[in-house]
Nanobody, 124 residues
């Protein structure tokens, strides 16, 4: 059984940083791409970042490129999202998810397991 648990969310001022972590429980974490998505109130869930099985390939939404960094540790079954230069527009619930394949994936339809989410609030 696969379980994803996010942590690290919170309240931060604009310009600050947060580091989100996602702990994966289950077999073969290293076989799958992992992704981060977010959903703000009244908006649809949107792609943030993804990382391939090896960590060798990453993709980012244009809105976070240069500010966010996704990484993974296959020995610890964790994926991390380092968020710098946060903006009020980054306020949302952030979800990690397991991709349906090893390659970096953008569409949320291609992810099969999701965490419960962690709230990130950026004040202006």
């Amino acid at each position: 059984q696969v379980q994803l648990v996010e942590s690290g969310g919170g309240l931060v001022q604009a310009g600050g940083s947060l580091r989100l972590s996602c702990k994966y429980s289950g077999r073969t974490f290293s076989h799958y791409a992992m992704g981060w998505f977010r959903q703000a109130p009244g908006k649809e869930r949107e792609f943030v970042a993804t990382i391939s099985w090896s960590g060798g390939s990453t993709l980012y939404d244009d809105s976070v490129k240069g500010r966010f960094t996704v990484s993974r540790d296959n020995a610890k079954n964790t994926v991390t999202l380092q968020m710098n230069s946060l903006e009020p527009e980054d306020t949302a619930v952030y979800y990690c998810a397991r991709g349906g394949s090893a390659q970096a994936l953008i569409s949320h339809y291609e992810y099969d397991y999701w965490g419960q989410g962690t709230q990130v609030t950026v004040s202006s």
